[in-house]
């Protein structure tokens, strides 16, 4: 007890005689407790982000699905030319429309530049009007997607007896264009395509008569 009681009056001693230094160790056992504690932290928190990260395989099989259910109708080109041609006739022979990603900039061309220089002299100069644009825009909803992943092409004979032909453009974004004739003759034509000249006949009966 003795020898106990000595050694409690030594540190006793030891610390007033001291102070700073028994300071200076309880600074630094905090920084001990402090570090670690960051250090503990820092690991549980990656430890959480590396639970949270997916397999590979698993994250590409969310985009494969995610592909899937995303999949839906093609979307329009931004430029799409479609109008009726005729190659022997008097007046009025040609007619063709331009719509473009801006629903209210569609253009006409009456001119004969398509029969007699083909479809790159048309400059599609006439301005429509509001009403106009709308009708020809009608045109976005018609075309068969079937013709989206056909080359160009022309189906039928159109206007080979005279019969008059419709023209179908496609610009795509890249630039890369699809142009399409079809035939008048609904009989020429593959079942996909069949109801499609009437359907571009009603729109062009309807702007022809809005130019009135």
């Known amino acids: 007890m003795r020898f106990l009681g000595g050694q409690i009056l030594t540190f006793t001693g030891f610390f007033q005689k001291r102070p700073a230094f028994f300071i200076w160790m309880y600074l630094c056992s905090m920084r001990l407790i402090l570090l670690t504690l960051t250090v503990a932290a820092v690991f549980a928190c990656n430890t959480q ?26 979307p329009i080109a931004p430029d799409i030319v479609f109008g009726s ?33 083909g479809l790159k002299s048309v400059d599609f100069s006439i ?15 018609i075309i068969p997607t079937e013709l989206f992943d056909m080359k160009s092409q022309d189906f039928g004979c159109p206007d080979c007896a005279d019969q008059c032909g419709y023209l179908v453009q496609i610009i795509q974004y890249s630039g890369e264009t699809q142009t399409f004739r079809i035939d008048t003759q609904v009989s020429a034509l593959p079942d996909f395509l069949q109801e499609f000249p009437g359907q571009i006949e009603a729109i062009l009966k309807r702007l022809k008569t809005s130019d009135n």
């Open 49 to 74: 982000k590396k639970s949270n990260v997916q397999p590979s395989s698993m994250v590409e099989e969310t985009l494969n699905d995610a592909d899937i259910v995303s999949e839906g109708p093609k």
């Open 127 to 141: 301005g429509l009007s509001q009403g106009e644009c709308d009708v020809a825009n009608e045109i976005n909803g």
């Open 85 to 117: 041609f005729c190659g022997h006739c008097e007046g009025n022979c040609v007619s063709l429309y331009r719509i473009g990603p801006n629903v209210y900039d569609a253009r006409a061309d009456k001119s004969s530049n398509l029969i007699r220089k």
